[in-house]
């Protein structure tokens, strides 16, 4: 097996990303993107982003499962409030809505290399680390 250059490291080194609850409620935050659900406040590296209230809500359902796939449907229904079997007919799951709110946010993330993935026909998933195994760390 070959040894690892010494200004990679293994991802599986670096600290986990995690959901807390603190005294001002629900918290995601992995020291660069930090989402207050309570508080509709989204900021990467300390910097506020405005957010409209859908892609907020988009956001905080992707992060609550941060690395994994959501289904459009669920993010659908969080966003938009539907109840499952609610018998509310009114807000069909409308897909190229919700694409237009994901292109919209990615636009936003991008910016500050945040990855909304799009898993065809199964769901979205927010990159929140590097894709790869292997992080360039800074060396001097």
């Known amino acids: 097996m ?3 250059p010494s200004n990679l490291m293994p991802v599986e080194s670096l600290p986990v990303p995690k959901t807390r609850a603190s005294s001002r409620g629900d918290v995601y935050d992995d020291g660069y993107l930090r989402v207050e659900h309570d508080n509709y406040y989204v900021a990467c590296a300390g910097q506020p982003l405005d957010l409209p209230r859908k892609e907020f809500l988009i956001i905080s359902r992707l992060v609550r499962n941060a690395d994994r796939i959501v289904a459009g449907q669920e993010l659908w229904r969080y966003a938009w409030a539907v109840k499952p079997n609610s018998g509310n007919n009114t807000l069909d799951f409308n897909a190229e809505s919700l694409h237009v709110h994901i292109y919209r946010l990615r636009r936003k993330l991008e ?4 990855q909304i993935e799009t898993m065809i026909g199964v769901g979205y998933r927010l990159r ?3 894709a790869s195994g292997m992080v360039q760390t800074d060396v001097t």
Do not use: Y
């Open 2 to 4: 070959k040894e690892m």
């Open 111 to 114: 910016a500050h290399d945040l």
């Open 128 to 130: 929140t680390r590097p």
